[in-house]
């Protein structure tokens, strides 16, 4: 038998060989505190007092950090992906006076840097063109502080599992299940300010998310459980780390230690978990005294007794009353006149047939259908949960009710069962404005007449909701695409989903914080309370973006309010205009500056100093005098302060800028025939 020289040598070197493959594939590390050579710092992200701080107070921006090489996350030239297990501790921390968002995101990602991404809903992680591309090879668990629709958020405190979308895999509330005798699942707030561990672990095709306060033992039952393959999301190295993102809702993203590692599992227990700082909002030291406890927990037990004898008389009454009531609802009874069978509409709309839906919402699908009589119509068809049912409730009581030329008329409506909600509507032959100024081809764009009269029908309308009725109806989300247009191309007022009813002089209650980013006034954001100045907010909006062909917030570009802010006091309002008009010409340059300051008033920071919408109609109207009843109840305040330095002040302080000409000199410059006095004139 013949051998070679060397063969007793061959297990040696295969063990060497395969020491060497798994040392080059193994990484471990452990940062107790961060400082910047570790980590690689785009955007907003720093490294303060040894914390890693992706983002501070300010709007709309993105901040990322990522280990400072690649690391080896599956075999080359296969589908074999590595195990890896993470943790990391990390606060939300917000500030004073500011509603908190948007969220912070553990990432892979083949790339650095920052590009291709967006703030606010987008998380720092993509950007409206790219969210839900396959060729981004972006892997993340996402904490979510903020519940977008366009992404299917569950609510506004949640964890998913995102794989190249923000629309998550997998999502659930943030919170944890204890291992003790009590094993109700505990929710946690994340955007409290507190400090909580996570722990992700991948393994065999399975990924678990587990998180809890921090210095608590991990839970043996993970938030997120799923079966998840890589293969085709991962290459072979990736970089690892954090990515977060604040909009119009700021707050700061602080990761305080930080494990990573392909083969030790248990290199979390290193993370330091004792002696960390707080980042949750000292609150008033008059709430922690014992006079104050003490007697708080009185007062609370003598209104609990109350509160049981109150719900024990309601449910004695409710159960009278519903042996007595026949099937149909007190709001059906009210509202019956308008009320059309479910069989008409179904015929209608051909059965609901996919080939009849003209556009979709966030409740729902709207769908093209002829009534009896060739008359059409569109129907909006509400989903059953319970936002569904409230903007269902809410445009029955307020549409149905409501009768405008300039509003989107309800023909009727329809309920069957308990999750049909239908909404009968005029049928708008021309679509939605937005369809028609923004990104659409030549022969369907609205020319400048056109947009100038639209603009005035919307006036009108809200004019309509704010005075014209016996209860006040402050709309909450005037934009374009709730604008519709007839076979006329006469602009109608629609979507009341949002819209609420309060007797003239009375203040609305509510504080939940609902319409759509960018339209929405800044002081929404602080209260959540909407008024009809903050339908003259979001009016203002909509002059700008009509006038201007673009929206509020747009990737790459700075927002409009402020974009053409900048134009205005450099003497340049006209660049505003749609470069598409500007190239027609055929526009008045005096009625389009007027308009274009009315616009940026109604969008003034300052509630108080926000015009009407009687006094934006007389502007529209290019009314010069007005009947002496007016001119008694003159807003004289409004108009001093639009011929004072005030209001450039203010407006210099909320956009950063300094050194802005006066409204008067702007007008003095310009070649506006009317004066700010004449334009604005009184309302009631």
């Not at 074999?80 to 921390?93: D, E, K, L, Q």
């Not at 409290?192 to 996570?198: A, F, I, L």
């Not at 402020?562 to 749609?578: K, N």
């Not at 108009?639 to 909320?654: G, P």
């Amino acid at each position: 038998m013949i051998r070679h020289k060397h063969t007793h040598h061959l297990p040696s070197i295969l063990l060497s060989i395969l020491f060497l493959f798994n040392s080059t594939c193994a990484i471990d590390f452990v940062f107790n505190g961060f400082n910047s050579s570790e980590v690689l710092l785009f955007g907003n992200a720093t490294v303060d007092s040894r914390i890693l701080t992706l983002t501070h107070q300010q709007r709309f921006s993105v901040g990322r950090a990522l280990y400072n090489k690649k690391i080896p996350t599956k075999k080359p030239n296969s589908s074999r992906v590595y195990p890896f297990s993470t943790s990391f501790i990390f606060a939300m921390a917000p500030f004073e006076d500011t509603l908190p968002g948007h969220g912070l995101v553990f990432i892979f990602t083949p790339v650095t840097g920052i590009q291709g991404t967006s703030s606010a809903q987008h998380l720092g992680l993509f950007n409206l063109t790219n969210n839900g591309n396959s060729s981004n090879h972006v892997f993340g668990v996402e904490f979510d502080v903020f519940q977008n629709q366009e992404f299917d958020d569950i609510d506004a405190n949640h964890v998913g599992i995102d794989i190249n979308s923000l629309k998550s895999y997998v999502s659930h509330d943030a919170g944890y299940w204890p291992d003790g005798a009590d094993k109700s699942f505990k929710e946690l707030t994340l955007n409290s300010g507190e400090n909580y561990q996570v722990w992700i672990d991948y393994e065999d095709s399975w990924i678990n998310v587990t998180m809890a306060p921090v210095g608590m033992k991990r839970p043996s039952r993970p938030l997120l459980n799923v079966s998840l393959n890589l293969s085709q999301v991962f290459e072979d190295e990736m970089f690892v780390g954090f990515t977060s993102a604040t909009g119009q809702l700021v707050e700061s993203h602080k990761i305080l230690g930080w494990s990573f590692s392909n083969e030790k599992f248990s290199l979390s227990d290193e993370l330091i978990t004792t002696g960390l700082p707080s980042f949750v909002l000292p609150k008033d030291s008059i709430f922690k005294s014992k006079g104050f406890v003490a007697g708080f927990t009185v007062g609370v037990f003598f209104v609990i007794c109350l509160l049981v004898l109150l719900a024990l008389f309601l449910i004695q009454r409710k159960r009278e009353k519903e042996r007595k009531r026949m099937e149909m609802e007190d709001w059906e009874l009210e509202y019956w006149p308008h009320r059309m069978t479910y069989e008409e509409i179904e015929a209608a709309t051909k059965g609901f047939s996919e080939e009849n839906v003209i556009g979709v919402g966030g409740n729902g699908k709207v769908y093209k259908g002829v009534l009896r009589g060739g008359v059409e119509v569109a129907v909006k068809r509400i989903s059953h949960e319970n936002d569904g049912l409230r903007e269902f409730l809410a445009e029955v009581s307020s549409l149905g009710r409501l009768k405008q030329r300039n509003l989107v008329g309800l023909r009727g409506w329809c309920k069957k069962d308990v999750g049909n909600f239908l909404l009968i509507y005029d049928y708008m032959e021309n679509g939605s404005l937005d369809k028609r100024v923004f990104d659409c081809d030549e022969s369907k764009m609205l020319s400048y007449e056109d947009r100038i009269r639209i603009l005035k029908d919307v006036a009108f309308a809200v004019l309509y909701l704010h005075e014209g009725w016996e209860d006040k109806v402050v709309h909450r989300d005037i934009k374009a695409s709730n604008v519709l247009l007839d076979k006329d191309m006469n602009g109608r007022l629609g979507d009341f989903g949002l819209a609420r009813m309060h007797s003239h002089g009375q203040v609305a209650s509510t504080t939940k914080l609902v319409g759509t980013v960018g339209y929405m006034a800044p002081e929404v954001f602080k209260t959540g309370r909407a008024s009809t100045q903050t339908d003259v907010y979001m009016f203002g909006i909509l002059i700008l973006e009509v006038l201007c062909g673009r929206r509020p917030l747009e990737e790459g570009k700075p927002p409009l309010v402020e974009w053409i802010w900048q134009l205005m006091v450099q003497g340049q309002v006209e660049c505003a205009l749609d470069e598409r008009l500007r190239a027609k010409g055929e526009f008045n340059v005096q009625e389009m500056e007027r308009v274009m300051h009315l616009g940026l008033l109604c969008a003034y920071p300052e509630p108080k100093t926000r015009p009407t919408m009687r006094q934006v109609v007389n502007v529209l109207e290019g009314k010069n005098e007005v009947e002496d009843s007016e001119i008694e109840n003159m807003d004289t305040y409004l108009l001093q302060q639009l011929k004072s330095r005030d209001i450039l002040s203010e407006y210099s302080q909320y956009f950063s800028y300094t050194s802005h000409p006066t409204f008067q000199d702007i007008r003095l410059s310009s070649s506006m025939s009317l004066t700010w006095s004449e334009s604005v004139v009184e309302g009631r």
